[in-house]
Each structure stands twice: as structure tokens, then as C-alpha cells.
T-cell receptor
Framework: GQQLNQSPQSMFIQEGEDVSMNCTSS?????WLWYKQDPGEGPVLLIA?????ELTSNGRLTAQFGITRKDSFLNISASIPSDVGIYFC????????????FGKGTSLLVTP | KAGVTQTPRYLIKTRGQQVTLSCSPI?????VSWYQQTPGQGLQFLFE???????NKGNFPGRFSGRQFSNSRSEMNVSTLELGDSALYLC??????????????FGPGTRLTVT
């Protein structure tokens, strides 16, 4: 599959801080999805994006579908301890059906 | 609405054996996708089934196979297990049809350890 470059690899922040992470690729994607995975569990869908330039929020989470269709961003505002986990971006290439390409993940640690 | 369920949750097998993992999708979802998650390679797409037909396949050897039943439940099989097959196997379900989006919902996974 196509490589998605997700950064940063890890973040260690204090409660209340805002967080930003992103995914980039050399390929054009039709869909961007953001997931959060807790230890021992499957990824949980946070936000789905379908249009270039689209900005979508889910509570304290906001994600954007890049204008070039080759990138996406996820922001978390006012982080809390339960935000701890690994965040993954996933993209669906045009005509690839339901095969998602995943980034390597951003590990987020939040200290009280 | 019940989520995606996977059985078993944990499995220990010996090299050379074969294993079958099971996945029940969210009610109403007809597409089931399988992914392998390892620390080194991350999440990698194995295959996707819709209405009992494999629609898409990732870059894995033929030892990895799957099937889907008429009730949309799916199984994946790995034959002649190798140490490198140790991983978390995740199944995800979706509507799988145009107009319903590409959102996939994951189960908790099956942790396979090959010794």
C-alpha cells in the first residue's frame, strides 16, 4: 500500500495543552480517517473526512482534509488524561475500494 | 447496536500449525476487512469481503486466506504458521456500498502468538 508519513511519532504534554499531528503522502486520497487506539483494543474511529479542504470537529477534536488531497491534520484542544493513546491516520486511495492505508501512529502521553 | 466482535481474543499456536479467526460485523454492515498489526510494520491491509466475495487483497502470501458467509460473518485462516505471523489481527466492518462512506469500525482484535 501507499506509505502515509505521520508525525510526530510521539508527544508528551501537560493536561490542558493543545495537540497537533499530521499525515502526509505522495499520493492523492479520496478519504481520510482518524482513529485512536488504546492498549489491547482495536482502533476507534474519531473523524472521517471526504472533501478537500473539509474541516470537521468532534468535541475537542478537529481534523482537516488537506487542499492537495495528500495530507490531513488532527488537532486536540485542552487535552485531558484520557486522551492518552495512539492516534492513527488512515487514507483510502481512489478506486482502492475499502483498503485503508495507515500511518505509523502518534503516541500521546498527557500528564496531569 | 452491538459493535464488531472477534473470537478468540488470544491464541497461542506453534510454527507449522494453522489457525482460523472469526469476525462478526456490525448489524447491517456487509463489508468486512482484515488487517494485521505489528510493531514493525504497523497496520497492514490483508483483504476485504463484500457479499461473500473477496473484492480486494493486500500484499500477503497465499497462506493468508479468508471467507465471508451469507450473514456477513467472516473468517480468516493462516496456514503453516511462521514466527513472523505473531500479530494483532483486526477485523473492521462497514456498509461497503457507494453513498455510505468509507468509515470502517474495528473489533478488539485477536492476539496471535506463534511459538
Amino acid at each position: 500500500g501507499q506509505q502515509l508519513n505521520q508525525s510526530p511519532q510521539s508527544m508528551f504534554i501537560q493536561e490542558g495543552e493543545d495537540v497537533s499531528m499530521n499525515c502526509t503522502s505522495s499520493s492523492i486520497f479520496n478519504t481520510w480517517l482518524w482513529y485512536k487506539q488504546d492498549p489491547g483494543e482495536g482502533p476507534v474511529l474519531l473523524i472521517a473526512l471526504y472533501k478537500a479542504g473539509e474541516l470537521t470537529s468532534n468535541g475537542r477534536l478537529t481534523a482537516q482534509f488537506g487542499i492537495t488531497r495528500k495530507d490531513s491534520f488532527l488537532n486536540i484542544s485542552a487535552s485531558i488524561p484520557s486522551d492518552v493513546g495512539i492516534y492513527f491516520c488512515a487514507g483510502e486511495l481512489k478506486n482502492s475500494g475499502y483498503a485503508l492505508n495507515f500511518g505509523k501512529g502518534t503516541s500521546l502521553l498527557v500528564t496531569p | 447496536k452491538a459493535g464488531v466482535t472477534q473470537t478468540p481474543r488470544y491464541l497461542i499456536k506453534t510454527r507449522g500449525q494453522q489457525v482460523t479467526l472469526s469476525c462478526s460485523p456490525i448489524s447491517g454492515h456487509r463489508s468486512v476487512s482484515w488487517y494485521q498489526q505489528t510493531p514493525g510494520q504497523g497496520l497492514q491491509f490483508l483483504f476485504e469481503y463484500f457479499s461473500e466475495t473477496q473484492r480486494n487483497k493486500g500484499n500477503f502470501p497465499g497462506r493468508f486466506s479468508g471467507r465471508q458467509f451469507s450473514n456477513s460473518r467472516s473468517e480468516m485462516n493462516v496456514s503453516t504458521l511462521e514466527l513472523g505471523d505473531s500479530a494483532l489481527y483486526l477485523c473492521a466492518s462497514s456498509f461497503g456500498q457507494p453513498g455510505y462512506g468509507y468509515e470502517q469500525y474495528f473489533g478488539p482484535g485477536t492476539r496471535l502468538t506463534v511459538t
